[in-house]
């Protein structure tokens, strides 16, 4: 070997780029969706740096135009629109993500055992069919003239009417794959339960798992949004996008700030997760690669 050749350059990191350019221009939804994501959790996570107090009150400057101070102006009460939109982003984001997580997991542990067990599957799916039946708003409605309103009860009643569907698409992958042969082979060669659930079946039941939890958390953060517009999602004192455009829409005419810029960051947060959710789907779906 040479001595030009002991120090020729490494391409490793000119593979990693051209494998990172040949998956944006495969999947593109993945990264739209998830760089808009990800953009709105850094603007909501450095709020502290550069949006104002959300929650001062100022009568002086009621329904001003925005200004370089506030940049969507301030609402009928003198608060900044700004500073509440980008922190009202917060609980959006937590109520949606906490909300898809209790509910695919919850959904995977009850499906595997739903599909796997013919003794519980029946009991199961009855309780879920009954659970199905069970409106969100109502749920909510309920346990929080129960319990009181916080974010907390607002999570475990966005995410209990989720549970059946999740559940159902596990139980659904969990019923195809375990007629397979080369789980059957695991079974009749002496793998233990939990082995054959966690080599076996679990692997194909997390990439529809994925996608589902996409379209639970953009279904809980316009939930979210819905009770707060009606009075019954997070308190008043913490903003939130339902509750801005619920104490503002009588000033519509003379403040549209004031509704449209929670609502077009509403918007905005919703199409990010549809679009990574449709890019997660097609990015796992077998047929979509085979067209490729």
Not at 74 to 97: E, H, P, Q
């Amino acid at each position: 070997m040479t001595l030009s050749a002991q120090f020729d350059p490494v391409p490793a990191p000119r593979l990693k780029i051209s494998h990172l350019s040949c998956l944006l221009k495969r999947h593109p939804l993945v990264f739209i969706g998830g760089g808009l994501l990800m953009v709105l959790a850094i603007l909501t996570l450095a709020a502290p740096l550069y949006a104002g107090d959300p929650v001062n009150m100022d009568p002086f400057v009621r329904l001003q135009a925005p200004s370089p101070e506030m940049w969507f102006g301030s609402d009928n009460l003198g608060r900044d629109v700004f500073a509440r939109t980008i922190y009202g982003a917060r609980i959006s984001l937590v109520v949606g993500l906490l909300s898809a997580a209790f509910a695919a997991a919850g959904g995977l542990l009850i499906g595997i055992i739903a599909g796997y067990s013919r003794r519980f599957d029946n009991v199961v799916m009855r309780i879920m069919d009954g659970l199905m039946s069970i409106p969100t708003i109502l749920l909510a409605i309920a346990l929080i003239s129960l319990t009181g309103s916080g974010i907390g009860i607002l999570i475990v009643a966005i995410t209990i009417p989720q549970l059946p569907s999740v559940t159902r698409l596990v139980r659904s992958v969990v019923l195809t794959v375990r007629e397979r042969p080369y789980v059957e082979a695991a079974v009749c060669g002496g793998a233990l339960l939990p082995k054959v659930l966690w080599r076996h079946i679990l692997p194909s039941a997390i990439p529809p798992l994925m996608v589902q939890s996409a379209i639970v958390c953009a279904d809980a953060i316009l939930t979210e949004a819905g009770l707060s517009f009606l009075g019954v999602g997070v308190p008043p004192e913490i903003p939130s996008w339902g509750n801005m455009i619920s104490s503002s829409r009588l000033y519509l005419g003379i403040a549209p700030l004031t509704v449209f810029g929670p609502g077009i960051c509403l918007a905005i947060t919703v199409l990010a997760v549809n679009l990574l959710g449709d890019g997660l789907r097609d990015m796992f779906d077998p047929r979509s690669k085979r067209r490729r």
